[in-house]
């Protein structure tokens, strides 16, 4: 047992650091390198000048990651508008031709959405809605929501209907019902959902092109002409950027849940 | 009559917004691929664009492209994320939750990486200037950077390959540890009582345990770097090019006229990931990938 | 007077499930509840006992009658609104609630301040002793201590109705007698209207005021359990509330015989002709005195004791009659003289005999 555990974990540590370890020093490390000459293992003189570019040197990027995050978040709220009660209705009731609400709202996680997308150009085109926010959102609504539909679903599959009948009999209303006592239970599958809605909007290039026509630029767009062939170490410092605020949205998403529980079990506290 | 009508109202919101933005952009783009388009007068319909489309060797090049690479990437990912989700599974067995608990949370820290940063860490590592080469230039393996293939950016699509199965192997784990976190620490004290080792206990136990998660979890994967973008766009050559890169290719650089074969290619596409689904779908529901693990 | 009065409330289930093959019917139920009693619903599971109690909560609608209170008609006003509490087979406290919070939360949801809310809270968790568990969480309490919280958070908002749903079952059964003591005592104390869903005769038989017996839908009989056991209706009420020693035959010309030929005694002429059942309790069943000739007025059996069983203090004799099984109980005293096989005498008072329509 010993033995092969030590194995295992042997394994584990360098697969790890190939995996994971490897990568993410070699975009630092490119990041702040100041030539980096082949066949040398280490670049052979080091600078912030890209980090300096991408932070301070270019209003571009702050634009961008506002726009990113302003696009995702909006994404993201209008899905949990729609998904929650869609939920509710998928596993709570009866419904006539389920199957067909089901597979339409899962159809973008199988047929790519992009098909649509080029599809609704034009209408989008002669709507004036390319080029504009509105318009990427209501792109980055279809690929987005069947998983918000589907975190939620799950969540909803284990509140049983006792719950909220036993509060109805302790005369919840229907809002005093979703509030105190649906919604304290779905809140990890909503948040599992937005974490997943986010990350799916931010990375979403093409979709974000054609109907921002390049006029919207969210990060990926940026971030393109840089590592297609642009400086390597700007392009380096803006893959870890991206890469960072993806990370940073899903702990935030976390420690945000976590409060939310933390001030519910304490809410009177020891008054 | 509330009553009655009150689910489906609580649908339809997500409903119509699925149906209008993206069955609309469907039904917009299959009027257009036959040619059907009143905003520029073009009221027929004709299938000239699928034919073209058919009898050209792009179109041909490009699905076999898009087959093989699909086809490696899934299989590369489910090997590695197999084998990632096992040496968890044995590494939980002997060590406490917490320090199991931030192993998995390390693995899948490429599930969060955007799909086009995760193609430009393997141009790092992969180019043929890139970290890799740099290593075997060192170690008096290669002596000219043109001794290293050519990884990224080739025709045959290595580049893409790789970063697909970087990214998607935690995917693949992360589907396969359910399956496995059922297996019971005393199957595997049964399993030494027989006088199983450790990989007779994996050979015998855990691999037919995870099978049919495991197929349908790479077949998802297939189904997903068939119909993906951005890492070919970033990663592929011009000429092939897969599939939903063709079909932008079709889409922007040509004329008006090139659009009804773009969209036409699109259609296609569709048709071909639907079919793919139903059968991701029919064999999951089959083999109840988590039957009798309850 | 707050009486609770359902009238012919009725409720159809036609499965569109599959799963459910069988449609269901909740056949015309009357039936009034006075207040300040304590009502229990029996039967078998599956019997429509729940979803009658679930009628009256107002959770379902019903296809036919009225729910009223007071002269008030209820059957359209919503649960939350109509002031019943209930608990359920489950305690269903809300995890992220402590339990102060949950036995506040019916107050909460009637606008009570805060401070009101809590204080009341704490003192109902003290009539169900549990003070001092007001912090914490309800995953920190055992099972019994969980359907106390439920039973002080349904009281607390002094229900004019309280429904509960088989709250005990879920329990040991050491832990089901105290809450039954419990729940006894706060219904006392607090003189609320209890309507009370069980399988459980035991459970029924202590609780209840009256008993109302159901069975595939329909309500059989309303009583007392006394009135119950002495004098059930029919077959099914009798089987249902464990009476044992029930036989067969008809009763033509003032007097019934078995079926299978073996007695035949007077009956009373209000008893109709036509076919019935015999039940003769175990405990009116009498040992013979030695030497005794049975009068008219009563029945002698002849039989061999199969087994002898020590139960809570007496014997439950097996006894095998010419042609039948019958059950009687003799007392440790009588049980000492006795072996498997051996023959005895025993007779049973005609007054102690009842007989059922078939």
Known sequence: MNKTSWLTKIILVVVLMLFIGLPFLLLVLSSISFGWQWPNILPESFSFRSWEYVLTGSSDTWRAVGFSLLIAVTVTAVNILLA???????????????????????????????????????????????????????????????????????????????WEDQARMLGAGTISRFYHVVLPHIMPGIAA??????????????????????????????????????????????????????????????????KYYQKKKTATGKA | ???????????????????????????????????????????????????????????????VLTLRIAALSSLFAGVLGAIIAISL????????????????????LPLTIPHLVGGYIIVLLFMQSGFLSKILATAGIIDEITDFPVLVNDPFGWGIILTYAWKEAPFISLMIYPVLARIHRSWREVARVFGAGSWDFVHEIVLPAILPAWTIATFIVFVFTFSAFEVPFLLGVTYPSVLPVYSYQLYTSGTLADRPEALALNIILAAITILLGIVVYYFSKRWNVLKGWD | MNDLRIINIEKKYNSRLPKNDSAFTLQPIGLTIKEGEFFSLLGPSG?????????????????GGEIRMDDFDLTAVPPE??????????????????????VAFGLKMQKVSKKMRLDQ?????????????????????????????????????????????????????????????????????????????????EEAFYLSDRIGVMSEGE??????????????????????????????????????????????????????????????????????????????????????????????????????????????????????????????????????IHIVKK
């Open chain 1, 84 to 162: 929650v009660p869609a939920a509710k209705s998928l596993v709570r009731n009866q419904l006539r031709a389920k199957w067909l609400f089901e597979a339409i709202i899962f159809a973008p996680i199988v047929i790519p959405p992009f098909v649509a997308v080029m599809g609704i150009h034009l209408t989008f085109l002669r709507l004036g809605l390319t080029e504009t926010v509105l318009g990427v959102v209501l792109a980055h609504l279809s690929p987005t929501l069947p998983y918000m539909v589907r975190a939620v679903v799950i969540s909803y599959n284990t509140l049983s209907v006792d």
């Open chain 2, 1 to 63: 009559m509330w009553q009655k009508s009150k689910p489906y109202l609580l649908l339809l919101p997500a409903i119509g917004t699925i149906v209008l933005l993206f069955f609309g952009g469907l039904f917009d783009g299959l009027l257009k691929s036959f040619g059907y388009f009143p905003a520029i007068g073009e009221t027929r319909f004709e299938a000239a664009a699928y034919t073209e489309l058919l009898q050209s060797s792009e179109f041909w090049a490009s699905l």
């Open chain 1, 193 to 258: 959902g937005a974490s997943l809605s986010i990350l799916i909007s931010l990375s979403q290039y093409l979709i974000t092109f054609i109907i921002g026509s390049g006029q919207v630029v969210t990060l990926p767009i940026l971030l393109f002409p840089f590592i297609s062939g642009g400086d390597p170490a700007i392009a380096s410092a803006y893959s870890l950027l991206f890469a960072g605020i993806a990370i940073l949205t899903l702990l935030g998403m976390d420690a945000a849940l976590k």
């Open chain 3, 121 to 201: 809270a704490r003192n109902m968790l003290e009539h169900v002793g549990l003070q001092g568990f007001g912090f914490r969480h309800p995953d920190e309490l055992s099972g019994g201590q969980q359907q106390r919280v439920a039973l002080a958070r349904a009281l607390v908002a002094h229900p004019r109705l309280l429904l509960m749903d088989e709250p005990f079952s879920a329990l040991d059964p050491s832990l089901r007698e105290d809450m039954r003591e419990l729940l006894r005592q706060i219904q006392k104390e607090f003189r609320v209207t209890v309507l009370f869903v069980t399988h459980d005769r």
């Open chain 3, 47 to 63: 019997c429509g006992k729940t979803t009658l109690l679930k009628l009256v909560a107002g959770l379902i609608r019903a296809d």
């Open chain 2, 89 to 108: 599974f044995l590494l939980n067995e002997s060590t406490k939750s917490g320090t199991s608990q931030l192993w998995h949370r390390l693995f899948q």
């Open chain 3, 219 to 352: 309500l059989l009989q309303v009583g007392t359990a006394q009135n119950l056991r002495d004098h059930p209706d029919t077959t099914k009420v009798a089987a249902f509330l464990g009476l044992k020693n029930l036989i067969e035959g008809t009763v033509t010309n003032g007097y019934f015989s078995s079926k299978l030929e073996e007695f035949e005694i007077p009956v009373p002429h209000l008893i109709e002709e036509g076919s019935c059942f015999l039940i003769l309790r175990p405990e009116a069943i009498q040992l013979m005195p030695e030497g005794v000739i049975p009068g008219a007025d009563a029945m002698h059996i002849r039989g061999e004791i199969q087994q002898l069983i020590f139960n809570h203090g007496f014997y439950i004799g097996k006894l095998k009659t010419a042609n039948h099984q019958l059950e009687c109980s003799f007392s440790s005293q009588q049980a000492k003289n006795m072996a498997a096989g051996q023959m005895v005498d025993l007779m049973i008072s005609l007054n102690d």
């Open chain 3, 81 to 102: 609104d109509r002031r019943f509490a209930m608990v359920f087979q489950k305690s269903l406290l809300f995890p992220h609630m402590t339990v102060e919070e949950n």
